[in-house]
């Protein structure tokens, strides 16, 4: 995600407040939506991230008072602060998450003294907050106040259990270095060093292998700033994964050999038996599988470069496994290259040692039932992964193929190219990635153009499914493609060419830049609105989808009420048919933001009515997009909806079933309407 830039401030009287808190709200939610948080700092982590959720509240709640007012210069000094400290706090969680876990564990106090200097920011921001002016519910400012008490009282807070684990690590670290120096290995618990890996995230052999990355890229860093002692400990460290790394892998190699090992037919023991004690000890060690540990038949190498027996690693692939298991890396490809050269040497040592060369067979009795079905299932999967690269290079020459047609080739050629081009890229990123990169994206522009409907419509589609990968949406835009997808979205030959357009642009628009420049199109959003009109079911959905995608940026919400968007979505929200009710409430609870919007969503006279039986029967997104329009029409001058809403039978069991049932956010919006209907109706008697 990419992080919202803090606004310019100008100091005056009272500061413009919209920018700063969409920022602070966006930046918390970053923070909370944080996956995959490290298994070390968990205390300070999460109560970091609970207090983060409290302000996020806060924060949404000022915005929602404050949509068309200002704030005073104290708010926005103490919001600015916060921006900072909630910035520093999500820096500062992801370098724990992206940075070595055993470095910081052995730096744990340091961490913790950053997490507790963050706190005592937030307190000093929190500390200059005037509540007293802002227009926030009771509950929140109640919580802010708390918040603001356990800052106050907050110490600073070091795991004893990450204590006990660094203890724990130096122990191993000094258990390696004395037997290394004794030349005696007998004194390392593998068990318990495994445990104490486990515990800080590393638990297969990939995790070791990031972590000494991670660990090598540390040392760099240190040496950099002459940081020695820090060196040599890193290096200790490394050791230590190294180690434990091994002890992994031998007992994935034990595993292994359990999963390989079957019996064999009893007519065909005896000559196993006797080859076992005479052949297999003469048997060169290139010779054998490491995973089996028997002579390979039909030896193959895989990405990490390591040779195997072919059924052997298409065991361990088919299990599940995704790592070499001599080495531990990851394997980029799953692709089994034969090794003819290896293949010739055991052959002919075969041959001069009297070993028969045949692949081994089944007995007739095995060759039967469950075992059958193995051995084809397991030849279908060494097939399909051997053909691997073999499909990616057949991709690129279709590909390939089909963009010197789309060039020069007949109205006709053309068609059937952009056909196919449509197929290829409705499956798979990889296709989608290839067919761009061979240079398709300029000729279906040119394509849009066309006055044959099936070519427009073959190529708008081939667009819409290479727009899908992220990489082509950029590739797209700097084309120049928009104005052509703009003009087959107003007037396409076919409805589903208009229809596919539109779901272009949607997916163009999940960037955020490219809000900016579609929305600049005086044609865009007029073409959408008239789809919202006119179009299928699915035309429709895509036309609100790309809307609300559109609304997200400020400026484009007076464009899609002038457009005449605000009535036909209120009508599509009485349109079961349709199926859009969700997508059509979202849009409206954005343009409500604006000044031309709020205006328009009152001027509606079935908008209230419909609103409150959606409190009653909508989906939980629904009630949510409801209760905050009903919230907003209600605010700042809202008498007359207030009145309405009054005056409405099933408004308040809708909004008291709400208030107790709902969502977090719909209760708590519930509950200030509830108060200013309460302070409404008092007035009125």
């Not at 089944?362 to 060494?382: F, R, Y």
Request: proline share 4%; charged share 20%; with cysteine.
């Amino acid at each position: 995600m990419n992080e919202l830039p803090l606004p310019l401030m100008v100091s005056s009287g009272f500061l413009p407040s919209r920018n700063l808190l969409e920022t602070l709200i966006h930046i918390s939610n970053q923070v909370l939506s944080m996956e995959k948080l490290p298994f070390l700092q968990v205390k300070n982590i999460s109560t970091m991230v609970r207090r983060i959720k409290i302000l996020s509240s806060l924060f949404e709640e000022i915005q929602e008072s404050s949509s068309t007012a200002l704030l005073p210069p104290s708010s926005i000094l103490c919001l600015t602060e916060l921006f900072s400290v909630i910035r520093k706090v999500k820096l500062l969680i992801g370098s724990c998450k992206e940075s070595s876990s055993l470095w910081n564990l052995m730096q744990t106090e340091l961490v913790s003294n950053q997490f507790h200097a963050l706190m005592k920011e937030m307190e000093k921001a929190l500390d200059i907050l005037p509540l007293r002016l802002l227009h926030v519910t009771v509950d929140t400012k109640e919580q802010v106040e708390l918040l603001l008490k356990h800052a106050k009282r907050a110490d600073l807070f070091i795991d004893p259990r990450e204590i006990q684990k660094r203890e724990e690590i130096l122990q191993l670290m000094a258990n390696i270095n004395c037997d290394k120096n004794s030349k005696n290995k007998g004194f390392i618990d593998f068990r318990r060093m495994k445990d104490t890996m486990s515990s800080v995230g590393l638990r297969s052999s990939l995790d070791y292998e990031e972590e000494i990355s991670k660990l090598e890229a540390e040392a760099e860093k240190q040496a950099g700033t002459g940081g020695l002692i820090a060196i040599s400990n890193i290096n200790s460290l490394i050791s230590l994964i190294s180690l434990s790394k091994a002890a992994i892998l031998e007992e994935e190699h034990l595993m292994i050999k359990q999963i390989l090992k079957q019996p064999a037919p009893m007519s065909a023991r005896a000559d196993q038996c006797s080859l076992c004690y005479s052949v297999v000890p003469d048997i060169p060690d290139e010779f054998r599988c490491p995973i089996s540990l028997d002579l390979m038949r039909d030896p193959v190498i895989i990405a990490s470069g390591h040779t195997y027996d072919r059924n052997s690693i298409a065991q361990w692939i088919n299990s599940g496994h995704h790592t070499c298991p001599k080495s531990g890396q990851r394997l980029i490809h799953m692709a089994l290259i034969p090794n003819y050269a290896l293949k010739s040497l055991i052959h002919q040592w075969c041959l001069e040692n009297n070993i028969p060369i045949t692949e081994p067979t089944l007995s007739p009795s095995d060759s039967e039932g469950s075992s059958s079905s193995k051995i084809k299932n397991c030849d279908k999967a060494i097939d399909y992964i051997s053909a691997t690269k073999a499909a990616t290079d057949a991709v690129k020459m279709t590909a390939e193929f089909l963009v010197g047609k789309l060039a020069t080739g007949s109205p006709d050629i053309q068609r059937q190219a952009a056909y196919e081009l449509r197929l290829l890229a409705k499956t798979g990123m990889d296709n989608r990635r290839i067919i761009a990169e061979s240079g398709a994206i300029p000729f279906l522009m040119t394509l849009l153009c066309s006055r044959d409907p099936r070519i427009q419509e073959n190529a708008v589609t081939a667009l819409l499914n290479l727009s899908i990968h992220e990489n082509n949406k950029i590739l797209i835009m700097s084309a120049g493609v928009i104005d052509s997808l703009i003009e087959v979205l107003q007037c396409g030959k076919t409805m589903e060419a208009r229809e596919n357009a539109a779901a272009a642009i949607f997916s163009l628009s999940v960037i955020d830049e490219y809000k900016v420049i579609i929305g600049a199109r005086t044609r865009a959003i007029p073409a959408l609105v008239g789809l919202l009109e006119e179009g299928t079911t699915a035309g429709k959905k895509d036309a609100a989808i790309a809307l609300f995608n559109l609304a997200v940026y400020d400026a484009n919400r007076p464009s899609i009420v002038l457009a005449g968007a605000v009535p036909l979505l209120i009508n599509l929200l009485m349109d079961d048919k349709a199926s859009i009710t969700d997508d059509a409430l979202a849009v409206l609870a954005l343009v409500l933001g604006c000044n031309e919007g709020l205006q328009a969503l009152r001027k509606s006279r079935i908008l209230v009515p419909l609103l409150v039986d959606l409190l009653r029967f909508g989906s939980s997104k629904g009630k949510d997009h409801s209760i905050t329009l009903l919230l907003g029409l209600c605010k700042d001058s809202g008498e007359e909806v207030a009145g309405k809403l009054l005056m409405n039978p099933r408004s308040i069991p809708s909004l008291q079933s709400l208030s107790a049932d709902g969502s977090l956010r719909a209760r708590r919006k519930a509950d200030a309407l509830l108060r200013l209907l309460n302070r409404c109706c008092s007035q009125s008697q």
